[in-house]
C-alpha cells in the first residue's frame, strides 16, 4: 500500500513539476519571452488542439467543395449527372425493347412466319353477312344549285381569275392553240402548237421553284411570281434554267419539244395559276 501511494505521488510530482520555457537570442542570449510549463499542461494542450484541428478539419470537408477532392467522395452534382443518364439509359433500353419487338414482327411477316391470331371469328362472319343499307351520293337539287353559283362567283372573283393590274404577261412563245383551256374537262392550260426547238420565254419577272422530268409531261419548269402567280411550261425538250435562279420576263428560260408520255407533238403546254387557283392564259396573253 505504501509502494502505491509512493508511486502515485512520484507520477504527480512529474506531471506538476514546472519548467520554465525561455526563447534566447542566438547572438545576444537575450531573453525575449518565457513561461512556465509542466507535463500536464502540455499533455492537456496537446490534446485540446488535436480535438479542435480534427474538428474543424471535418467541418471543412463537410460543409465545404473541398470534399469532391477527397478519393471516393462523389459531388451533387456528379450525382444528379449519373441519375438522368441512369433515367436516359432506361427510356433507351425501352425503346430498343419496342423497336426489336417491331423488327421481329416485321420479319416474321416477311418470312410468313405468322400464326393464327385467337379471336371470335363468328362475330366477324355475322359482321360480314350482315347487310348494308345503299347509301345515295348523287347530289340533290338544292346542293346542284348551290354548286353552280357558287362556281359562277368564283369565275368572275378578280381575286382569283386575274393577275395584279401592274403585272406584264409576256407570251412565252408564237403560235396557234389546239387545245384551249376548259376547265370542266380540267384541262387549265392551253397548248401552243409552234415549230420544234423554238425558245421558250419567261412570261413575267420569277424564280425558277422546280424544273425536272416528269413521265407524264416530259421536262417541266415552273416559275413563282409575285402576288402568287405560277406559270408552268411542260413538254419541253431540253431546260436552260435550274431551280432557284431568278429569271426576267422573256428570258428563254427552256426549248421546245415533244417529251413525255401524254405529249402528240412538239408544243408548249402553258399553265397560269394564282392562290392554287387556275386562270385561263388566253384572258391576259396573246399568243398569235
Known sequence: MAEKEKRSRKIKR??????????????TFEERFSFKLNRLNVFVFTVISAVLL???????????????????YSSTRLKKRATDLTFKA????????VNEQYLASIRKVLTGDVKTVDFNK?????EANRSIPPVDFEPSSQDSLLRERVAQEE????????????LVLFPPVKGNISDGYDARQKHFAVDIVTIKDAPVKATADGTVVFAGWTPDTGYVLILEHSNNLLSVYKHNSKLSKEQG???????VIATTGNTGE?????????????DGY?????NFIDFD
Open 122 to 126: 363468328d362475330s366477324i362472319l355475322e
Open 90 to 97: 432506361d427510356s433507351l433500353q425501352q425503346k430498343l425493347n
Open 262 to 274: 401524254l405529249s402528240t407533238g412538239p408544243h408548249l403546254h402553258f399553265e397560269l395559276w394564282r
Open 155 to 166: 369565275k368572275y372573283n378578280p381575286l382569283v381569275t386575274e393577275p395584279p393590274a401592274d
Open 54 to 72: 480534427i474538428a474543424g478539419t471535418t467541418l471543412l470537408i463537410a460543409f465545404t467543395p473541398l470534399r469532391e477532392y477527397i478519393p471516393g
Open 245 to 251: 435562279e431568278l429569271v426576267k420576263a422573256g428570258e
Open 278 to 282: 387556275p386562270l385561263n392564259p388566253t
Open 14 to 27: 512529474k506531471l506538476l513539476h514546472k519548467y520554465r520555457l525561455v526563447v534566447l537570442n542566438e547572438d
